[in-house]
């Protein structure tokens, strides 16, 4: 072994700073995955990978009208010329292009196993074979008459283009996704023949607003259909961003199986989402007990979707069941919209629609123009040859001679009648069968068409009208192709408000049964099955008898008003039944012992409650604020020693009736009452002894209205209340005569 160092001296090593050397490396890495990886290119909506397979297949001539060719062969052909990446990786996202489950318009048409929507695998790719769509070709249509720039490959021994010319927004059409380097992009499908309305009424109207645009293309089109629940509002606002999300859940139809039982049967399911691990996960929560509403699920997928969900029972609303299915799988998902693409091709940005729509448009006219300047040189280069067949039929005499006798032919014709070097080549590999005068007519013919072609095309790139009208008749040749009433073109998501449903599981499981509260003076309490109308009948313990006796359903939550201001909640379901004397409330609530019940009523959500001390300090509040489902109940009407609460009534009107122990009666408008969720209240009439007795909402059209002693109803019609009417916190007249004795207006539930 030599013993000289391997480096002698300083060597080529050079001392580099660790921080820069770090992120001018993780700079180029970054640039690296964001422009050449991960964001599509706004023009063209493609990545590298896809951009280079579709190449690399047409340059295979795998068009539609072709034979299919293994996937192996493409894939090979891809990695070796275009794309120096892993082999499975190119064929991922072959496939994903061929499958009709994952892209809205396929770009590939595959024969094959290429997977399906239970997320199993496709077959290898030396199995596979594949060839491009229409749709697909549209892509590449015109990418060899000069339309696109071509770059050199990665060993710059091929060409690639640098965007395709896409003849129509694949962007929008097939959407796209993938994570970048802080950054990262997320666009769902849309309806082709809504993005053509959309593009040629932008060409019409260039400053379109986006709302007529959102208007146009309402929203994503995904290719698993399913319904987008998402509100109107939220969709105007991602569209004009570029950022935000829609909700798309499941498509479900109920299934009558006879007798009152049924079936939901689901037939489309959220775009991205695996059937096989959608029923795993729907069966591994049902049998972890987290779907109450659920019996079973059965996948009876044939060609179409058929996932089958059986109801615990009949009663269960189907409603209520799919409610709760969407709030704990995916049946329902978020998909989100990031439109961050490459704008120009170069920079990263997040664009709206009206962007997006804008810069495709820009491309087309840059693929339009190109491809008719191609078109003019190729005229113009025509036009020159057939000038020197031309002149060489004026003189074809000495043409022969020239050709049969001249040393250097090609140089004697150029001089002889100042040709150039192209009309001179032309002339000399002319066939001689081309001599003949019906060939000269042609050539003839066929200078005057070019000549008008170079005419028209010259004019065309004079007018941005001409090329406008160009290219909406080019939008208009994809839309007829593609449009809503092919096959491929029909929109498959539709559009539905999400019900307004407040899903309460353990309520959703309780049979709804008709029951008679009852509710004794000592305070023991029971559900009798059934609406009962007379309960004479009901016994009670020694020396108790009945309070009161509530029709209910047992879906429905009782509430109750004790006299030290606290409300509490008892589920009708959970009430002891009709067997025995019940039981004690306090055994259900934590109601000191000085303290009673002041009423009790079946909880009405959106009702709004008068309640008041027996200081006749109250005010309004909203029944939804009281319902306290704890034993502590809420405290609602604050209170001073030894003040009890004793009114709690409905506002049920717009006037408020108080009657006092005095046997005092005030009336008065309920607009003068607060309304507050908790608190003392404000005064509502004014004693010099003593407090308030009850009070009564009513409408001031229908009169007040009492019962009698004898248990009938009695009303008092405004124009005869007109003596008690005054403001808040009067002291108010003596009762009309026939006022009960007890001061008691009766129940106003």
């Excluded at 595959?110 to 697909?136: C, W």
């Excluded at 032919?409 to 192209?422: C, Q, R, T």
């Excluded at 000592?522 to 009670?540: C, E, N, P, Y």
């Excluded at 005064?683 to 209205?705: C, H, M, N, W």
């Amino acid at each position: 072994m030599s013993d000289k160092p391997i480096l002698p001296g300083p060597g080529p090593i050079e001392p580099v700073n660790l921080r820069d050397a770090l992120e001018s490396r993780y700079l180029a890495y970054a640039l690296s995955t964001i422009m050449n990886r991960a964001l599509p290119d706004v023009r063209d909506g493609l990545k590298p990978v896809h951009r280079r397979l579709m190449h690399a297949m047409r340059e295979m001539k795998l068009n539609p009208t072709e034979g299919y060719r293994k996937c192996a062969a493409i894939v090979g052909e891809v990695m070796g010329k275009f794309h120096p990446h892993g082999d499975q990786s190119i064929y991922d996202a072959l496939v994903r292009l061929a499958q009709e489950f994952s892209v809205r318009y396929p770009l590939v048409d595959g024969q094959g196993n290429f997977g399906n929507i239970d997320g199993d695998n496709p077959a290898a790719m030396r199995y596979t074979e594949a060839k491009l769509t229409p749709i697909g070709a549209l892509l590449l249509d015109g990418i060899d008459e000069d339309t696109v720039d071509f770059r050199a490959n990665y060993d710059g021994r091929e060409q690639e283009p640098v965007v395709l010319p896409a003849a129509y927004p694949n962007l929008l059409a097939n959407g796209s996704s993938g994570i970048a380097v802080g950054m990262a992009t997320s666009i769902p499908p849309h309806n082709l023949d809504e993005l053509c309305v959309a593009m040629l009424h932008l060409i019409k109207h260039p400053n379109a607003t986006i709302e007529k645009l959102v208007e146009l293309v309402p929203g994503p089109d995904f290719p698993t259909g399913g319904i987008i629940v998402e509100g109107r509002a939220s969709i105007l606002e991602a569209y004009k961003t570029g950022r935000g999300g829609f909700r798309l859940r499941a498509k479900w139809q109920k299934e009558e199986t006879g007798r009152g039982a049924y079936l939901i049967v689901v037939t489309e399911i959220p775009y991205g989402v695996q059937k096989g691990k959608l029923v795993e996960k729907l069966a591994e929560l049902l049998i972890a007990k987290k779907l109450p509403l659920l019996e079973d699920v059965r996948d009876e997928s044939a060609e179409d979707i058929r996932l089958v969900l059986e109801p615990k029972n009949r009663t269960v609303d189907p409603m209520l069941l799919m409610e709760s299915l969407f709030r704990v799988s995916e049946l329902e998902l978020r998909f989100p919209l990031n439109m961050n693409v490459l704008s120009r091709g170069q920079v990263p940005n997040v664009l709206g629609l009206r962007e997006v729509l804008t810069e495709w448009l820009d491309h087309r006219k840059q693929v339009l123009i190109r491809r008719t300047n191609f078109r003019l040189a190729k005229i113009a280069h025509r036009l020159e040859v057939l000038e020197g067949f031309l002149i060489a039929f004026l003189n074809i005499e000495e043409v022969i001679r020239i050709v049969r006798f001249a040393d250097d032919p090609k140089a004697e014709l150029m001089s002889a009648f100042k040709l150039s070097e192209v009309q001179a080549d032309a002339i000399l590999n002319m066939r001689l069968r081309a001599l003949n005068k019906l060939e000269e007519l042609a050539i003839r013919r066929e200078h005057a068409d070019l000549t008008k072609e170079q005419g028209q095309l010259n004019a065309l790139l004079k007018s941005d009208d001409q090329i406008w009208d160009r290219i909406s008749g080019e939008i208009k040749k994809v839309r007829e192709q593609f449009g809503k009433g092919t096959v491929i073109g029909k929109r498959r998501s539709n559009f539905a408000d999400a019900p307004d449903i407040d899903v309460d599981l353990e309520e959703a499981l309780i049979d709804k049964e008709p029951i008679t509260v009852v509710f004794s003076e000592k305070g023991w309490i029971r559900a009798l099955k059934g609406h009962m109308d007379d309960v004479s009948t009901v016994q009670f313990k020694q020396g108790d008898e009945l309070k009161r006796a509530i029709k209910a359903q047992t879906t429905d939550k009782l509430v109750l008003f004790a006299t030290n201001g606290k409300f509490f909640t008892l589920a009708c379901d959970k009430l002891p039944g009709g067997r025995g004397h019940g039981e004690p409330v306090r055994l259900m609530i934590e109601l000191e012992e000085n303290h009673d019940i002041a009423e009790m009523f079946v909880h009405e959500p959106g009702r709004k409650l008068l309640i008041a001390s027996t200081a006749a300090n109250g005010f309004i509040v909203p029944e939804e604020e009281v319902v306290a489902l704890t034993r502590k109940g809420k405290q609602v009407l604050n209170l001073t020693e030894p003040e009890e609460a004793v009114v709690c009534v409905p506002c049920a009107g717009d006037q408020v009736a108080v009657i006092g122990e005095n046997r005092k009666l005030l009336v008065f408008p309920l607009s003068e009452v607060n309304e507050m969720t908790r608190g003392k209240g404000v005064r509502l009439q004014k004693y010099k002894d003593g407090g308030i007795s009850d009070a009564r909402v009513f409408k001031k059209p229908e009169g007040l209205t009492w019962l009698d002693g004898a248990g009938r109803n009695f009303t008092l019609a405004w124009s005869e209340l007109k003596a008690w009417s005054g403001e808040r916190a009067q002291a108010g007249l003596v009762a009309p005569k026939g006022f009960p004795r007890s001061n008691k207006f009766g129940s106003g539930f």
